[in-house]
T-cell receptor, first 115, second 114 residues
Framework: ETGVTQTPRHLVMGMTNKKSLKCEQH?????MYWYKQSAKKPLELMFV???????ENNSVPSRFSPECPNSSHLFLHLHTLQPEDSALYLC??????????????FGPGTRLTVL | AQKVTQAQTEISVVEKEDVTLDCVYE???????LFWYKQPPSGELVFLIR??????QNEISGRYSWNFQKSTSSFNFTITASQVVDSAVYFC???????????FGTGTRLQVTL
């Protein structure tokens, strides 16, 4: 595997379910990101981890819970979601968190539908 | 605060036409980086180019070219002789801080037809 991978690619869940999204990067990067992409809205940065420490949390509801067990893996745990949480969830990584020049490398996303 | 505006929501062209995607940014910082990403139907954003605020030289890469003008705060992207494979959503992004935090525009959907 190369680049950034995400599983599952598609997920349908009820509002009472608990599920997790997984992201893995094979680039040796130190920073990982979760974004939410909804129709007709800019990409929303949700969380950032740098060297396994959370460095950014953009007022995301507590029903989204991130976890970064090591610098290659990132999870997003989901519970009691709402229909408006339906979106494409993108994971990204960059060489480092510090510095405005780092390009981010993105995974293919998980298309989440909440019924 | 920073902002990126991509006023063109959707553009439709016929193959082999040239097309320009507009990007206008706002920032009070003098040091910043601008990016373009391509999002094909498969979903992942693909990095295309990075430009820093001190380098106003235009860049050409094959059929792609970028025009950076600080005087108008614009970083426009031109595809020459467009192809069906260019069909995607294109995002312009800005980073002004000391961290790798991107501010994205809302994207322009490009449809290239035969």
């Amino acid at each position: 595997e190369t680049g950034v991978t995400q599983t599952p690619r598609h997920l349908v869940m009820g509002m009472t379910n608990k599920k997790s999204l997984k992201c893995e990067q094979h680039l040796g990067h130190n920073a990982m990101y979760w974004y939410k992409q909804s129709a007709k809205k800019p990409l929303e940065l949700m969380f950032v981890y740098s060297l396994e420490e959370r460095v950014e949390n953009n007022s995301v509801p507590s029903r989204f819970s991130p976890e970064c067990p090591n610098s290659s893996h990132l999870f997003l745990h989901l519970h009691t979601l709402q229909p408006e949480d339906s979106a494409l969830y993108l994971c990204a990584s960059s060489q480092a968190w510090g510095g405005s020049y780092n390009e981010q490398f993105f995974g293919p996303g998980t298309r989440l539908t909440v019924l | 605060a920073q902002k990126v505006t991509q006023a063109q929501t959707e553009i439709s062209v016929v193959e082999k036409e040239d097309v320009t995607l507009d990007c206008v940014y706002e920032t009070r910082d003098t040091t910043y980086y601008l990016f373009w990403y391509k999002q094909p139907p498969s979903g992942e954003l693909v990095f295309l180019i990075r430009r820093n605020s001190f380098d106003e030289q235009n860049e050409i890469s094959g059929r792609y070219s970028w025009n950076f003008q600080k005087s108008t705060s614009s970083f426009n992207f031109t595809i020459t002789a467009s192809q069906v494979v260019d069909s995607a959503v294109y995002f312009c992004a800005l980073n002004t801080g000391t961290a790798s935090k991107l501010t994205f525009g809302t994207g322009t959907r490009l449809q290239v037809t035969l």
